[in-house]
């Protein structure tokens, strides 16, 4: 009989308590307005950009033998996932060559690998101070750019990146 009572006395508090948490919303999951995209599809992307440019115009710098190897040597780092070697061979290379636009760009190409954007448009707007402005460099630039913009939700600033993207490309003379 005192183990009834007892009972009886105690399971009203579980009940209220169930009852009160029933009557709880959860707060409301905001969801993103874009998913992120992963480096490797902005990294697509960019690279696509520079393949479809075919302006008359494509300026191509002589190459050195050093800068070159170091170029390839980062290349099969970053095709192979390792982009903290891939930065450093690059950065290398830019300590003998701190203006060349394609050595620019392709460490902010890294850069994006790595997520660090900030430092990825830094550098695509240095290359495309120092660069020809036109041609397969240029689009890869801007589309660096761009692809920046739209990951950090600033759609106007995506919008005239891929304005200064069309610029790259010279139309050449129709002959008949």
Known sequence: ??????FLRAWPLPVAAAMLAACTTPAPIESPKRPALAPTAMIAAIRAAGEREQ?????????????SAWKQAAQADSDAGHYDA???KLDQALKHSPDSPELLQDRAE?????????LAQKLAQQSWTLGPKLGPLCARNWETITQLRQEADDEAGAATAQKWLAKCHVQGINRY
């Open 86 to 88: 891939a930065a450093a």
């Open 55 to 67: 302006s008359v115009i494509a300026v191509q710098p002589l190459a050195d033998p050093g800068i």
């Open 110 to 118: 890294v850069a994006v690998y790595q997520r660090d954007y900030a």
């Open 1 to 6: 009989m005192f183990l009834v009572r007892r």
